[in-house]
């Protein structure tokens, strides 16, 4: 077998999305691989009747994930707001490859996504050869999904042009696609939606016209609650891209782990844990996406060039890259933090003078 | 049961489940006799229940008369399961007896606690139950339903009592079976559930009421009942399931104390009904409460209650149209699916309103949650209900004046040169004399909107009735009642600042026959007053009287006497009273003698003022007191020109001259400034005199006196400092210097014809 780097959602709990599908008995919508019972069980994790145990996938509120399901039992289609690396891209992808048992309709929205990209294109070969038919014409992910009757999912939507943007007014109301070319239209099959996602932290971005708006039912991702919370989502989503990538160190130590999510959550929040102390926030994001990518890096440093045991001076690299964004203003911020807070705790000697060796 | 003559329903306050399974239920037993967990005293008011001129939701009142602090309220809503069981029983002539224990032992006994707490020198903080929560919240402490629910909700995987509750109870629409499930599971609690912290006064407490709510059954048993309804709490049933010997319980009643105790009605609002309130037994929406209540089990629930957040919406000015509440009602619908409920319940729509509505976002909830889940109802009493007749005569007032008590918070502009708004403010202000903080008077200053307005927020809170109770030994009208107060305050009164504002407060409030005794009072405290700090502190409230009283129609001329006498005492007074204060008395002095000058300036009078000025000029000599009040005596005379610049000059020579020393003299200079550096900005001779002694300071004196002109130049408003920089730059003569040049005209005309042409100027 080719070794594929990242697998889809459904390759990965292939095993997961099956055992659900056996034991679910309860009513499913048209055209769901299973029920929504079933489908918030691989999203939040639990035990099956035969004792299967199914992961959780999203460690967080379980309404609001309720909440995103209902929204796509509705056919209303569902948008995920919320500030970079709170796992919308990740909700969206698993809650399409449970419902459909498809992840991959994909649409990427960048600002330069064209109307095409959403609709259909055409090989311009067999339409020059043969004229305009249906052979001639290529499908987008969206219209895919249409007749198929799964879920389209569309990344960053508010960095696609507002006028772009608007090409979903029809297909989500209207639940259908004209192809005036051939006089024909793509009407959508039941089991047919969207979900869409979009952060609201970029500048520059194409604010959703409030027609498009009043189609999505919104769902906004938190920044995780408490920093146990948060620790268990970097511990487990480590371990899972360490085994991806064959990384042959051990798991990472939930101390360097709790560190680096108690940095990030209080430059995040501008203050210390306890209240203490206020800081200046950073202009970055500190996502939980991004402390799992300064483990990750840490857990890497560690296997090829260390003892394979993640130390503080492993992730201290990758921490001043995840934190420095702006090279002035967020140098002051960290510097002071170094200063004020890491130096107070004692514990911490050994990161702080990682951190120090860095500057220098 | 079954054998039983008693049907003991347990029910959870103010529970439309609960109430809706209620009426099923008597309906089903047509009881002959009916018993509530209530205050027996509250029996005399049942009539009232089924009157048309009371609107829910009300609240029973039991106070007692000689110490209405000692109050409980029994709130009702529509929903509240006794209320309807009353309604059931007295439209059919049921006889219905209340079966709590009295409130009068309760009364008694809250008081024999009180005072036996007091003597105690270290009270038990888990303990410590304050008598103003006793009064505003009827004894079904949050501890005996809470906690179960919380307990029981848990175990049922709810995140809490409340929504578990809901879902289970309320929000079903209900059988018969409801009242044995709430029976075995409340015996279960009360058996199992972890021990709660509780005082054993409380415990000893539930034991006495438990004992009384038994001997009530008992007596109705008596009587001769066959089919006894008992409505109680839910956490009661199982105390009352089996009836002990009758011994038992009346040993436990016997020689309870008493004290004397009335009710009534009292109107009360959803507000108060709400957890939010501080009351106990509390429910967290109350309107939601309603809706269930109204909307019965129809598939309308849903798609009414989302309507009515809809025009919230709109009313706050957010987008909300029918489509969005369409989606609404289908999100919610299949949230509750997915949850397994029959019907989407508070939790399913106000999320399914998050989500369709405000794209995700908490705030526009927050924005209407008052309104849509507390509700803003008050209720109303009929007329002829007792009342005290203080109580009657404020409803009076307040139906002529068009002035209706509401629960929300609302702003009230009185223009006081119309009439019916003038008698308003003399309502309002008659009512904070009488301490029933019905409005609160914005303090506008000496706004641009002038004296003739008045800005008031007003909001009406059922407890005000309590105080409209107390206030009712004052008198029986509010006019009445008021002036009583305003009298006796006088007489006990020790200071004069506090005399002088009641005497505003009376005028305001338009208390003529308190004005004479109250204005007495306060000759008679200035003849005596020492304090020369309290007579000037008296005077400015005065003032403001004698100059804005024709506004309001009063009569002004005794409160003119009273300061023809004031300022001259203060006058002669001040030079004594300014010599010798430390830096912190100066300080006060100093505002003192602010106030008073504007004070006498606003009034206006000559005489007054000559006197003043005059006291002024002894305080200003230097060496007899502070540098600071010396420095603002120069200054006050100098503004009101009485001195001239050349004078204040001289003044200002000495204060600042070498031979002083530095503290005092920046003290002087502090003081002189009077918080504003634009005399010095705008008087070149005053600013020179200044420089100079700056200059001339060694440096040792220098650095003594830099942090004390720091600190009085920090006062300044920056603008005003920036000037300063820039006038202490700038050299004394400023000689505008001429330019001397030899022009080469014919060189100068040359690019004259270039510049018309760019500047399309033909010839």
Same mark, same amino acid.
């Given at each position: 077998?080719?070794?594929?780097?990242?697998?889809?959602?459904?390759?990965?709990?292939?095993?997961?999305?099956?055992?659900?599908?056996?034991?679910?008995?309860?009513?499913?919508?048209?055209?769901?691989?299973?029920?929504?019972?079933?489908?918030?069980?691989?999203?939040?994790?639990?035990?099956?009747?035969?004792?299967?145990?199914?992961?959780?996938?999203?460690?967080?509120?379980?309404?609001?994930?309720?909440?995103?399901?209902?929204?796509?039992?509705?056919?209303?289609?569902?948008?995920?707001?919320?500030?970079?690396?709170?796992?919308?891209?990740?909700?969206?992808?698993?809650?399409?490859?449970?419902?459909?048992?498809?992840?991959?309709?994909?649409?990427?929205?960048?600002?330069?996504?064209?109307?095409?990209?959403?609709?259909?294109?055409?090989?311009?070969?067999?339409?020059?050869?043969?004229?305009?038919?249906?052979?001639?014409?290529?499908?987008?992910?969206?219209?895919?999904?249409?007749?198929?009757?799964?879920?389209?999912?569309?990344?960053?939507?508010?960095?696609?042009?507002?006028?772009?943007?608007?090409?979903?007014?029809?297909?989500?109301?209207?639940?259908?696609?004209?192809?005036?070319?051939?006089?024909?239209?793509?009407?959508?099959?039941?089991?047919?939606?969207?979900?869409?996602?979009?952060?609201?932290?970029?500048?520059?971005?194409?604010?959703?016209?409030?027609?498009?708006?009043?189609?999505?039912?919104?769902?906004?991702?938190?920044?995780?609650?408490?920093?146990?919370?948060?620790?268990?989502?970097?511990?487990?989503?480590?371990?899972?891209?360490?085994?991806?990538?064959?990384?042959?160190?051990?798991?990472?130590?939930?101390?360097?782990?709790?560190?680096?999510?108690?940095?990030?959550?209080?430059?995040?929040?501008?203050?210390?844990?306890?209240?203490?102390?206020?800081?200046?926030?950073?202009?970055?994001?500190?996502?939980?996406?991004?402390?799992?990518?300064?483990?990750?890096?840490?857990?890497?440093?560690?296997?090829?060039?260390?003892?394979?045991?993640?130390?503080?001076?492993?992730?201290?690299?990758?921490?001043?890259?995840?934190?420095?964004?702006?090279?002035?203003?967020?140098?002051?911020?960290?510097?002071?933090?170094?200063?004020?807070?890491?130096?107070?705790?004692?514990?911490?000697?050994?990161?702080?003078?990682?951190?120090?060796?860095?500057?220098? | 049961?079954?054998?039983?003559?008693?049907?003991?329903?347990?029910?959870?306050?103010?529970?439309?489940?609960?109430?809706?399974?209620?009426?099923?239920?008597?309906?089903?037993?047509?009881?002959?006799?009916?018993?509530?967990?209530?205050?027996?005293?509250?029996?005399?008011?049942?009539?009232?229940?089924?009157?048309?001129?009371?609107?829910?939701?009300?609240?029973?009142?039991?106070?007692?008369?000689?110490?209405?602090?000692?109050?409980?309220?029994?709130?009702?809503?529509?929903?509240?399961?006794?209320?309807?069981?009353?309604?059931?029983?007295?439209?059919?002539?049921?006889?219905?007896?209340?079966?709590?224990?009295?409130?009068?032992?309760?009364?008694?006994?809250?008081?024999?606690?009180?005072?036996?707490?007091?003597?105690?020198?270290?009270?038990?903080?888990?303990?410590?139950?304050?008598?103003?929560?006793?009064?505003?919240?009827?004894?079904?402490?949050?501890?005996?339903?809470?906690?179960?629910?919380?307990?029981?909700?848990?175990?049922?995987?709810?995140?809490?009592?409340?929504?578990?509750?809901?879902?289970?109870?309320?929000?079903?629409?209900?059988?018969?079976?409801?009242?044995?499930?709430?029976?075995?599971?409340?015996?279960?609690?009360?058996?199992?559930?972890?021990?709660?912290?509780?005082?054993?006064?409380?415990?000893?407490?539930?034991?006495?009421?438990?004992?009384?709510?038994?001997?009530?059954?008992?007596?109705?048993?008596?009587?001769?009942?066959?089919?006894?309804?008992?409505?109680?709490?839910?956490?009661?049933?199982?105390?009352?399931?089996?009836?002990?010997?009758?011994?038992?319980?009346?040993?436990?009643?016997?020689?309870?104390?008493?004290?004397?105790?009335?009710?009534?009605?009292?109107?009360?609002?959803?507000?108060?009904?709400?957890?939010?309130?501080?009351?106990?037994?509390?429910?967290?929406?109350?309107?939601?409460?309603?809706?269930?209540?109204?909307?019965?089990?129809?598939?309308?629930?849903?798609?009414?209650?989302?309507?009515?957040?809809?025009?919230?919406?709109?009313?706050?000015?957010?987008?909300?149209?029918?489509?969005?509440?369409?989606?609404?009602?289908?999100?919610?619908?299949?949230?509750?699916?997915?949850?397994?409920?029959?019907?989407?319940?508070?939790?399913?729509?106000?999320?399914?309103?998050?989500?369709?509505?405000?794209?995700?976002?908490?705030?526009?909830?927050?924005?209407?949650?008052?309104?849509?889940?507390?509700?803003?109802?008050?209720?109303?009493?009929?007329?002829?209900?007792?009342?005290?007749?203080?109580?009657? @005569?404020?409803? %009076?007032?307040?139906? +002529? =004046?068009?002035?209706?008590? /509401?629960?929300?918070?609302?702003? &009230?502009?009185? *223009? !006081?040169?119309?009439?019916?708004?003038?008698?308003?403010?003399?309502?309002?202000?008659?009512?904070?004399?009488?301490?029933?903080?019905?409005?609160?008077?914005?303090?506008?200053?000496?706004?641009?909107?002038?004296?003739?307005?008045?800005?008031?927020?007003?909001?009406?809170?059922?407890?005000?009735?309590?105080?409209?109770?107390?206030?009712?030994?004052?008198?029986?009208?509010?006019?009445?009642?008021?002036?009583?107060?305003?009298? @006796?305050?006088? %007489?006990?009164?020790? +200071? =004069?600042?506090?005399?002088? /504002?009641?005497?505003?407060?009376? &005028?305001?409030? *338009? !208390?003529?026959?308190?004005?004479?005794?109250?204005?007495?009072?306060?000759?008679?405290?200035?003849?005596?007053?020492?304090?020369?700090?309290?007579?000037?502190?008296?005077?400015?409230?005065?003032?403001?009287?004698?100059?804005?009283?024709?506004?309001?129609?009063?009569?002004?001329?005794?409160?003119?006497?009273?300061?023809?006498?004031?300022?001259?005492?203060?006058?002669?007074?001040?030079?004594?009273?300014?010599?010798?204060?430390? @830096?912190?008395?100066?300080?006060?002095?100093?505002?003192?003698?602010?106030?008073?000058?504007?004070?006498?300036? &606003?009034?206006?009078?000559?005489?007054?003022?000559?006197?003043?000025?005059?006291?002024?000029?002894?305080?200003?000599?230097?060496?007899?007191?502070?540098?600071?009040?010396?420095?603002?005596?120069?200054?006050?005379?100098?503004?009101?020109?009485?001195?001239?610049?050349?004078?204040?000059?001289?003044?200002?020579?000495?204060?600042?001259?070498?031979?002083?020393?530095?503290?005092?003299?920046?003290?002087?200079?502090?003081?002189?400034?009077?918080?504003?550096?634009?005399?010095?900005?705008?008087?070149?001779?005053?600013?020179?005199?200044?420089?100079?002694?700056?200059?001339? &300071?060694?440096?040792?004196?220098?650095?003594?006196?830099?942090?004390?002109?720091?600190?009085?130049?920090?006062?300044?408003?920056?603008?005003?400092?920036?000037?300063?920089?820039?006038?202490?730059?700038?050299?004394?003569?400023?000689?505008?210097?001429?330019?001397?040049?030899?022009?080469?005209?014919?060189?100068?005309?040359?690019?004259?014809?270039?510049?018309?042409?760019?500047?399309?100027?033909?010839?």
């Amino acid at each position: 077998m080719i070794p594929i780097l990242r697998q889809h959602a459904e390759q990965q709990f292939t095993e997961e999305l099956d055992a659900l599908q056996k034991t679910d008995t309860r009513q499913r919508p048209t055209n769901w691989a299973m029920s929504p019972w079933a489908v918030a069980t691989y999203l939040l994790g639990g035990k099956l009747e035969n004792g299967f145990e199914v992961s959780p996938k999203y460690i967080g509120s379980r309404r609001i994930i309720e909440i995103a399901i209902a929204t796509l039992t509705t056919d209303r289609a569902l948008l995920l707001f919320g500030v970079p690396g709170t796992a919308k891209s990740w909700v969206s992808e698993h809650l399409a490859a449970a419902i459909s048992g498809d992840s991959t309709m994909l649409i990427q929205g960048t600002a330069g996504t064209s109307e095409e990209q959403l609709r259909y294109g055409w090989n311009y070969a067999e339409l020059l050869s043969k004229g305009p038919s249906r052979n001639a014409l290529v499908s987008s992910p969206l219209m895919r999904a249409m007749e198929q009757g799964k879920t389209a999912r569309v990344e960053e939507l508010t960095r696609i042009p507002a006028d772009v943007q608007d090409t979903l007014i029809t297909i989500l109301s209207e639940k259908s696609l004209p192809i005036p070319e051939l006089g024909l239209e793509a009407q959508a099959v039941r089991g047919f939606n969207v979900i869409a996602t979009a952060n609201n932290r970029d500048k520059g971005i194409n604010e959703l016209s409030s027609a498009l708006k009043r189609r999505f039912n919104t769902v906004i991702l938190p920044v995780p609650s408490s920093e146990a919370e948060e620790v268990s989502i970097v511990s487990k989503r480590v371990a899972e891209m360490g085994r991806a990538l064959e990384l042959p160190s051990e798991p990472p130590a939930l101390k360097e782990v709790r560190r680096v999510v108690q940095i990030f959550r209080e430059l995040r929040n501008g203050q210390t844990e306890d209240g203490k102390t206020k800081l200046k926030p950073s202009s970055g994001t500190l996502s939980t996406a991004e402390a799992i990518s300064v483990i990750n890096s840490g857990v890497a440093l560690a296997a090829h060039f260390g003892d394979g045991v993640l130390r503080a001076g492993d992730i201290a690299s990758s921490l001043v890259g995840a934190i420095v964004k702006d090279p002035v203003q967020d140098e002051v911020i960290w510097r002071e933090y170094q200063e004020t807070v890491m130096k107070e705790r004692s514990e911490w000697k050994d990161l702080y003078r990682a951190c120090r060796e860095l500057d220098e | 049961m079954a054998d039983s003559c008693f049907h003991l329903f347990g029910i959870r306050h103010h529970g439309p489940g609960c109430a809706r399974s209620l009426v099923q239920a008597l309906d089903a037993l047509q009881p002959d006799c009916l018993l509530v967990e209530g205050p027996p005293e509250g029996e005399v008011m049942l009539p009232f229940v089924l009157d048309a001129g009371l609107t829910l939701p009300v609240a029973l009142l039991i106070y007692n008369p000689d110490d209405s602090q000692q109050a409980a309220f029994y709130p009702f809503a529509e929903f509240s399961p006794e209320w309807q069981a009353l309604g059931y029983a007295l439209a059919r002539n049921t006889p219905t007896r209340f079966m709590d224990l009295p409130m009068s032992c309760q009364f008694a006994l809250d008081k024999a606690h009180d005072v036996e707490r007091a003597s105690c020198p270290f009270p038990n903080g888990l303990e410590a139950r304050s008598t103003s929560a006793d009064a505003n919240v009827c004894t079904e402490g949050a501890d005996l339903y809470a906690d179960p629910l919380h307990w029981l909700g848990q175990a049922a995987g709810y995140d809490d009592g409340e929504s578990w509750w809901n879902h289970l109870v309320e929000e079903r629409n209900d059988s018969l079976e409801l009242f044995a499930a709430i029976a075995e599971a409340m015996t279960t609690v009360r058996s199992e559930a972890p021990a709660r912290r509780r005082s054993d006064y409380e415990q000893q407490r539930e034991i006495l009421r438990e004992a009384h709510m038994r001997k009530t059954m008992r007596q109705a048993q008596k009587d001769g009942f066959e089919r006894i309804a008992v409505v109680c709490g839910a956490w009661h049933v199982p105390a009352l399931e089996k009836l002990p010997s009758a011994k038992a319980d009346n040993d436990l009643l016997k020689a309870l104390p008493k004290t004397k105790v009335a009710a009534t009605w009292a109107p009360w609002s959803y507000h108060n009904l709400s957890n939010a309130s501080g009351y106990g037994a509390g429910i967290a929406a109350p309107a939601w409460y309603e809706h269930l209540w109204r909307s019965g089990g129809t598939r309308q629930r849903a798609v009414g209650w989302l309507a009515r957040a809809a025009r919230l919406f709109r009313a706050e000015d957010l987008d909300c149209s029918s489509a969005h509440i369409i989606e609404a009602v289908r999100l919610a619908d299949a949230l509750a699916a997915l949850r397994g409920h029959h019907q989407p319940g508070l939790d399913e729509l106000c999320e399914a309103l998050r989500t369709v509505v405000c794209m995700g976002d908490d705030a526009p909830m927050q924005l209407i949650h008052r309104q849509l889940v507390v509700g803003d109802r008050l209720g109303g009493i009929p007329e002829q209900a007792p009342a005290v007749p203080l109580q009657r @005569d404020l409803e %009076q007032q307040q139906k +002529s =004046l068009k002035l209706k008590p /509401e629960a929300t918070r609302k702003a &009230l502009d009185l *223009d !006081l040169r119309q009439a019916n708004d003038l008698a308003r403010s003399h309502l309002l202000h008659r009512l904070s004399l009488l301490d029933i903080g019905w409005g609160d008077l914005n303090k506008t200053g000496k706004s641009a909107k002038g004296t003739f307005h008045e800005l008031w927020t007003l909001q009406w809170q059922p407890e005000l009735v309590l105080a409209v109770i107390t206030a009712s030994r004052w008198g029986n009208t509010v006019e009445g009642a008021a002036t009583a107060k305003a009298v @006796d305050r006088a %007489q006990a009164a020790q +200071s =004069l600042p506090e005399l002088s /504002e009641l005497v505003n407060q009376t &005028l305001l409030a *338009d !208390l003529q026959a308190a004005i004479g005794p109250v204005t007495q009072a306060l000759e008679n405290l200035a003849a005596v007053a020492s304090d020369v700090a309290q007579l000037l502190a008296a005077i400015p409230p005065l003032t403001h009287i004698v100059r804005y009283g024709n506004v309001r129609n009063t009569d002004v001329a005794m409160v003119n006497a009273v300061l023809e006498g004031l300022i001259p005492r203060a006058a002669i007074g001040l030079s004594g009273a300014c010599s010798s204060l430390d @830096d912190d008395a100066a300080q006060a002095m100093r505002e003192h003698i602010a106030a008073t000058h504007k004070a006498v300036r &606003l009034l206006a009078h000559e005489e007054l003022s000559g006197e003043w000025h005059e006291a002024l000029q002894r305080v200003a000599h230097l060496g007899s007191s502070h540098g600071l009040i010396c420095g603002l005596a120069a200054r006050l005379l100098f503004d009101d020109q009485v001195e001239n610049a050349d004078q204040t000059a001289i003044r200002m020579s000495q204060a600042l001259s070498v031979g002083n020393d530095p503290g005092p003299a920046a003290a002087w200079l502090e003081g002189f400034l009077n918080r504003s550096g634009m005399v010095l900005l705008h008087d070149d001779p005053l600013w020179t005199m200044v420089d100079e002694w700056l200059a001339g &300071l060694v440096e040792e004196h220098f650095l003594r006196v830099v942090p004390l002109l720091r600190r009085t130049f920090a006062t300044f408003n920056a603008h005003e400092r920036r000037q300063m920089g820039e006038r202490a730059q700038r050299p004394m003569q400023t000689v505008s210097r001429q330019i001397d040049a030899d022009w080469d005209a014919a060189r100068a005309e040359q690019p004259i014809p270039l510049l018309r042409l760019l500047l399309g100027l033909s010839r």
